[in-house]
């Protein structure tokens, strides 16, 4: 067995033992085609008020603009689907991946305990670890890494086990083996489409963040939500799940 055999086996074991469900390795190069679906949804005005999404543009393409010398990018899932749904369904609703604790604080510790375990056991390893606080597009690492596809909800679906997972990286100048994307299982499925309730996918695969329920009960700042949406929230708080939950 060679060093990147027994590495990349390490470490995806290792991914198992602190409780993520799933771990793919990809190459860390440029994201050719991410660039061009992220210049049409800026230049769309899709992220709405977000404007953090148009910041450090080529850092979100390019990995080793965050870490020097990288070449690999580790992509991890943690389920965060719940043993209990919200108990009273005609109260006001939140999403289920806010149910518990804080999933960055979670995830951060869980990403130390890694890197540290793959500085003991492999050596002077480079790197950064990440969690939904950087300029990294996440699905798309996890859709490179085989642990999914990107969904007509602009989720990252995995063929098992759907899409309510978190996702995380470490971004490594490790040379580990590569796994490969999977194919697109949607087919002519259209119950995310059907079911959304303010039209935010606005075709198969693109979704226009401004009129995203999460987006405007988390991210949208204003004190009062824009008229068009009035009655079409369906008692949804915090997040929303509808096209998550309605995915077969």
């Known amino acids: 067995m060679s060093s990147t055999e027994r590495n990349t086996k390490l470490i995806k074991q290792k991914a198992l033992d602190l409780g993520f469900f799933y771990c793919g390795i990809s190459k860390a190069d440029f994201l050719e085609d991410d660039a061009r679906h992220l210049d049409a949804y800026l230049k769309q005005n899709y992220h709405g008020k977000m404007s953090y999404?148009?910041?450090?543009?080529?850092?979100?393409?390019?990995?080793?603009?965050?870490?020097?010398?990288?070449?690999?990018?580790?992509?991890?899932?943690?389920?965060?689907?719940?043993?209990?749904?919200?108990?009273?369904?005609?109260?006001?609703?939140?999403?289920?991946?806010?149910?518990?604790?804080?999933?960055?604080?979670?995830?951060?510790?869980?990403?130390?305990?890694?890197?540290?375990?793959?500085?003991?056991?492999?050596?002077?390893?480079?790197?950064?670890?990440?969690?939904?606080?950087?300029?990294?597009?996440?699905?798309?690492?996890?859709?490179?890494?085989?642990?999914?596809?990107?969904?007509?909800?602009?989720?990252?679906?995995?063929?098992?086990?759907?899409?309510?997972?978190?996702i995380a990286e470490l971004v490594l100048d490790l040379e580990l083996e590569e796994d490969g994307p999977i194919k697109d299982y949607c087919g002519t499925c259209t119950k995310c489409i059907d079911a959304c309730p303010t039209d935010a996918i606005v075709k198969p695969y693109v979704v226009d963040g401004s009129k995203c329920i999460s987006y405007l009960t988390i991210e949208l700042k204003d004190e009062l939500l824009p008229k068009e949406f009035k009655g079409k929230m369906e008692n949804w708080m915090f997040g929303c799940d509808i096209c998550q939950d309605v995915c077969p």
């Open 53 to 166: 999404m148009e910041n450090h543009y080529d850092k979100r393409l390019d990995p080793r603009l965050l870490v020097h010398n990288a070449k690999s990018v580790v992509s991890l899932l943690l389920n965060y689907y719940p043993e209990k749904d919200q108990e009273n369904n005609d109260t006001y609703k939140i999403s289920k991946y806010a149910y518990g604790k804080d999933y960055h604080f979670l995830i951060k510790d869980k990403l130390k305990l890694f890197f540290q375990y793959i500085q003991d056991e492999i050596g002077e390893v480079g790197g950064r670890v990440f969690v939904d606080s950087a300029p990294v597009l996440d699905k798309a690492w996890a859709r490179k890494s085989g642990l999914g596809w990107m969904g007509k909800n602009a989720n990252l679906i995995h063929p098992k086990h759907g899409s309510f997972f978190f």
